[in-house]
């Protein structure tokens, strides 16, 4: 396999959450939910006559992603017509962007799991209207025009992504950044936001890059990342064998885990590119794009920095929280609440993120599990003062916070859960677990460490585990030491 590469390169198309289609006054609908084509106007249906007027919130919205990937925004945006024929296209063509795209030359920063980060360039970004959407049933097709003219934005990277391991982060990298942006929720499986991946291999030989496949119907980051593993695969194999590889448009078959060939590809000069005449060139003030930058909010990479520089915490974790705007929220306001930061990191990726996990809860909706943020606070701080064992914590306080939606102090006061420390009386349960488990006593004096583990277990059980984990384990080996003698 060393001596292949895989060479990969992404567009991504993310729907623009406006309150009305791209070029006309037409609402935007729940593309699973509305009713097929109630939300349909004349521009929608292709319609001829209708003219197009350009939605600016969308603009802006583009604008917003193009700034926060770090690119350029040229003064001069032109839309033009890209023509085709398709059942889901009433127009015969659609309105996209061609050689005046709203973006270009940006990069996002991705991270992998060795910890190492790599800077994905990003071609450019251009404004276009969505297509309607074809369903192929009993034999026929059936066709929703909601979705068309819906604000769509191609993003388009450089061919940088070199394993499907590297495309899967810029795939959630670029979705987290539309989600803090607030301009698209992410949702794959509503088709709101969809990744395409262009898949070509390099030999370590080659001076320039080989021909490439491009793979369609990827309705998760992780299939992505498996299509582009069976395709890399596929091409090796077509290359030992002496074969060539045809550029093609590809399916993920989910079902069947391999690639489908749809069809072979066109060639841009194929669409008979040219500038719409029904639209003005639009001009992009130095000014406005000052305002724009201005109005954005905090990036996940500006806060993980933050987090790591100014709270301490290690980058992994930083990485873990960030990612997800509402969960970044969350943790900042269990910190502003005096919670160590990293006590809070902690018990949020593993104790809660837990919780959530076996609940199939998504980490975006944690603004509204049963835990508050400031009930998790709460419990974080009777850790943090030693009112409670960090064990009664999380096997009887934090489930229970989560059944009840209660405080911690309340179910603390309510269960008798606080932690004992007084001496005497983790003294007097030493002495009676000690005296009940003679031959571990014995086997302990023997040399044999390991019962100390399971002797503080029995002392916990004992006192229901509310002593004092430190206090416990202090008693126990003073006692353990006077029978020695
Ligand atoms: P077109 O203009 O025909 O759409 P582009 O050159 O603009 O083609 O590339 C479209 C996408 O394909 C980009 O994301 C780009 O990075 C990627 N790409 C281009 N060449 C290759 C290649 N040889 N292997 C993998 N991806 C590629
Ligand atoms: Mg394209």
Request: net charge negative; glycine share 8%; aromatic share 6%.
């Amino acid at each position: 396999m060393s001596e292949w590469k895989t060479v990969i390169g992404l567009e991504v198309h993310a729907e623009m959450e406006t309150e009305s289609k791209m070029f006309s006054s037409c609402p935007v609908v729940d593309s699973v939910e509305a009713e097929p084509n109630s939300a349909v106007d004349a521009l929608s249906l292709g319609m001829p006559g209708a003219l197009p007027v350009i939605n600016m919130q969308a603009m802006e919205y583009g604008i917003m992603v193009g700034l926060a990937l770090n690119c350029e925004i040229p003064p001069i945006n032109q839309f033009a017509r890209k023509n085709y024929f398709y059942p889901d296209l009433p127009k015969g063509y659609q309105i996209s962007q061609y050689d005046r795209p709203l973006a270009v030359n940006g990069h996002i920063n991705i991270e992998l799991e060795d910890g190492a980060s790599k800077r994905v360039r990003v071609r450019r970004a251009h404004m276009e209207e969505d297509t309607g959407k074809l369903s192929h049933i009993m034999g026929g097709s059936l066709v929703d025009y909601n979705r068309a003219g819906v604000p769509l934005l191609e993003i388009v990277s450089e061919p940088d992504i070199s394993s499907a391991e590297e495309a899967e982060a810029y795939a959630r990298k670029l979705r987290s950044i539309l989600r803090y942006l607030g301009v698209n929720s992410g949702d794959m499986s509503k088709g709101l936001l969809r990744f395409e991946a262009n898949v070509s291999v390099l030999h370590k030989n080659d001076t320039k890059l080989r021909e490439r496949t491009e793979i369609k119907n990827l309705n998760s980051i992780r299939n992505m990342g498996r299509a582009i593993n069976f395709e890399a695969k596929r091409q090796i194999k077509i290359y030992r064998e002496g074969g060539t590889v045809k550029p093609a448009t590809l399916g993920w078959d989910e079902a069947a885990q391999k690639i489908m060939v749809q069809r072979y590809k066109e060639r841009a000069d194929e669409y008979r590119y040219f500038p719409e005449p029904d639209l003005p060139i639009l001009e992009v003030s130095r000014e406005k794009v000052a305002e724009i930058a201005a109005k954005l909010p905090a990036l996940p990479d500006e806060l993980k920095r933050r987090f790591v520089d100014e709270l301490g915490l290690s980058s992994y974790d930083a990485g873990v929280i960030t990612a997800e705007r509402a969960v970044a929220t969350y943790f900042q306001s269990i910190v502003d609440s005096g919670v160590e930061p990293k006590l809070a990191a902690n018990w949020l990726t593993t104790d809660l993120f837990g919780l959530m996990n076996a609940r199939d809860v998504e980490r975006e909706t944690i603004a509204s599990i049963p835990v508050s943020a400031d009930n998790f606070a709460g419990l974080l701080s009777l850790v943090q003062e030693g009112t409670i064992n960090p064990s009664t914590a999380r096997k009887k306080v934090l489930p229970e916070m989560w059944k009840s939606g209660k405080s911690a102090r309340a179910i603390v006061d309510e269960g008798g859960l606080a932690q004992i420390s007084d001496t005497s009386v983790i003294e007097a349960s030493a002495e009676k677990v000690l005296a009940a488990n003679d031959d571990m006593v014995q086997r302990y004096l023997g040399g044999n460490e390991k019962v100390l583990n399971a002797l503080f277990g029995k002392i916990m059980g004992e006192m229901r585990g509310k002593g004092d984990p430190a206090i416990v384990r202090e008693a126990l080996l003073s006692r353990l030491e006077n029978l020695k003698e």
